[in-house]
């Protein structure tokens, strides 16, 4: 796992993540042990999943089964956070859920920014 600053990039994601009070819990979804067992060992939430999705949404919704059957709550807002995107705030997610809160036709959001040098 790729370490900034002495922590996992995940880990990074994560507490950033838990950071956002707009979010009710956080899980990792992930079909890597040493990914599920260093969440565990902060503290966290993790579900293995299959290794042979091709896409983060497959993955999400396997996750999302799971944690429904686990909690016995059906889940209203699914929010996906990559695992290599250490630069995602809370606030940013916060924005982003905004249009869904406010709005019951919109299903979908996307985070994204312009880029600034090609080079």
């Given at each position: 796992?790729?370490?900034?600053?002495?922590?996992?990039?995940?880990?990074?994601?994560?507490?950033r993540v838990r950071l956002c009070d707009a979010l009710s819990d956080t899980y990792v979804a992930t079909c890597d042990k040493e990914i599920f067992d260093y969440i565990e060992s902060i503290g966290g939430k993790a579900v293995?999943?299959?290794?042979?999705?091709?896409?983060?949404?497959?993955?999400?919704?396997?996750?999302?089964?799971?944690?429904?059957?686990?909690?016995?709550?059906?889940?209203?807002?699914?929010?996906?956070?990559?695992?290599?995107?250490?630069?995602?705030?809370?606030?940013?997610?916060?924005?982003?859920?905004?249009?869904?809160?406010?709005?019951?036709?919109?299903?979908?959001?996307?985070?994204?920014?312009?880029?600034?040098?090609?080079?």
């Open positions: 796992m790729a370490l900034i600053h002495g922590m996992p990039m995940i880990g990074h994601c994560y507490c293995m999943t299959a290794d042979t999705h091709e896409r983060a949404s497959d993955r999400a919704a396997e996750a999302m089964v799971k944690i429904e059957e686990a909690t016995g709550e059906l889940t209203d807002i699914l929010v996906m956070v990559q695992g290599d995107e250490p630069m995602d705030t809370p606030e940013m997610i916060s924005q982003a859920l905004l249009p869904m809160l406010q709005d019951d036709s919109v299903q979908v959001v996307n985070l994204m920014g312009c880029i600034k040098n090609l080079a």
